[in-house]
């Protein structure tokens, strides 16, 4: 079984003694790739020393991720985007909308995502896009880019059936599945019935949301078996197709990862 890890933090500093340990595990559970969407200006340096060295395992993403937008995201991209040159970036990300708390910085974020929406259409790269409620605002964003060959992934979705499919109008785009899939009370088998699998990708957002048996504990990329056997249950298809074709559906949307053949 091949797998790939489409969104991980593993650079994060709840990993300092522990990352060369997670990379063997996951690697010993068919993990092939893991893909690294950054947070913020200070997040880069960490997350581009992870790849160096380990080219074809860890690749970095590039993008201010919602939360840690504030009133001088502007000057924060300037500065980000100057160093864009030296990593060797597969995608736009993580960027979106996180209204879930407060609407204290809801301009803001709304103005940086365009900002990173436009940077992904400049330099053809796919976005990885988280969005915490804030579907109908994400939808009016990133409308206006449908015909301009945008790309990328719905981060960690949960939503409706019907939310999956406003989501999935974007032709270019998957929806990222996690750990939550595998909760008791996730509603998320149900709706993934709904959606082809040829539209899903997997991904573990480690050190957050550990699957079933892990809940409440430190996440890693090496469980990502656990989702991929859940998904399989859903669909009724063998773990190992289940993960074969995520594998396919990542490779296509972030194509500088290496080459993908439709199957």
Same mark, same amino acid.
């Given at each position: 079984?091949?797998?790939?890890?489409?969104?991980?933090?593993?650079?994060?500093? *709840?990993?300092? #003694?522990?990352?060369?340990?997670?990379?063997?595990?996951?690697?010993?559970? $068919?993990?092939?790739?893991?893909?690294?969407?950054?947070?913020?200006? /200070?997040?880069? !340096?960490?997350?581009?020393?992870?790849?160096?060295?380990?080219?074809?395992?860890?690749?970095?993403?590039?993008?201010?991720?919602?939360?840690?937008?504030?009133?001088?995201?502007?000057?924060?991209?300037?500065?980000? #985007? %100057?160093?864009?040159?030296?990593?060797?970036?597969?995608?736009? =990300?993580?960027?979106?909308?996180?209204?879930?708390?407060?609407?204290?910085?809801?301009?803001?974020?709304?103005?940086?995502?365009?900002?990173?929406?436009?940077?992904?259409?400049?330099? +053809?790269? !796919?976005?990885?896009?988280?969005?915490?409620?804030?579907?109908?605002?994400?939808?009016?964003?990133?409308?206006?880019?449908?015909?301009? =060959?945008?790309?990328?992934?719905?981060?960690?979705? =949960? +939503?409706?059936?019907?939310?999956?499919?406003?989501?999935?109008?974007?032709? $270019?785009?998957?929806?990222?599945?996690?750990?939550?899939?595998?909760?008791?009370? /996730? /509603?998320?088998?149900?709706?993934?019935?709904?959606?082809?699998?040829?539209?899903?990708?997997?991904?573990?957002?480690?050190?957050?949301?550990?699957?079933?048996?892990?809940? =409440?504990?430190?996440?890693?990329? %090496?469980?990502?078996?656990?989702?991929?056997?859940?998904?399989?249950?859903?669909?009724?298809?063998?773990?190992?197709?289940?993960? #074969?074709?995520? *594998? #396919?559906?990542?490779?296509?949307?972030?194509?500088?990862?290496?080459?993908?053949?439709?199957?």
């Amino acid at each position: 079984m091949r797998i790939i890890d489409t969104h991980a933090h593993l650079y994060d500093t *709840c990993f300092a #003694e522990a990352r060369a340990g997670v990379a063997a595990r996951a690697k010993e559970c $068919g993990v092939e790739k893991i893909f690294l969407p950054n947070i913020d200006e /200070s997040t880069l !340096p960490a997350l581009l020393r992870m790849c160096a060295g380990a080219e074809g395992f860890f690749y970095p993403m590039w993008g201010l991720h919602p939360t840690e937008v504030r009133d001088d995201y502007a000057e924060t991209l300037d500065r980000m #985007e %100057a160093g864009l040159g030296k990593g060797n970036f597969i995608g736009v =990300g993580e960027v979106g909308l996180d209204f879930y708390w407060d609407r204290t910085y809801a301009r803001e974020q709304k103005e940086a995502f365009v900002r990173q929406v436009e940077l992904a259409v400049e330099r +053809g790269l !796919p976005l990885m896009i988280h969005s915490r409620a804030a579907q109908r605002e994400l939808v009016d964003l990133l409308s206006p880019y449908k015909a301009k =060959g945008i790309t990328g992934v719905f981060h960690c979705f =949960g +939503g409706t059936a019907e939310e999956a499919r406003e989501l999935l109008a974007f032709e $270019g785009f998957m929806l990222g599945v996690n750990g939550v899939l595998t909760f008791k009370k /996730s /509603s998320l088998p149900d709706v993934l019935r709904q959606v082809p699998l040829t539209r899903l990708v997997v991904e573990t957002d480690a050190p957050y949301l550990a699957p079933v048996p892990f809940r =409440g504990k430190r996440n890693e990329s %090496a469980y990502l078996i656990y989702v991929v056997e859940k998904l399989a249950e859903a669909y009724g298809k063998p773990g190992e197709a289940v993960a #074969e074709q995520t *594998c #396919e559906n990542a490779l296509k949307t972030f194509p500088l990862a290496g080459e993908w053949q439709a199957l």
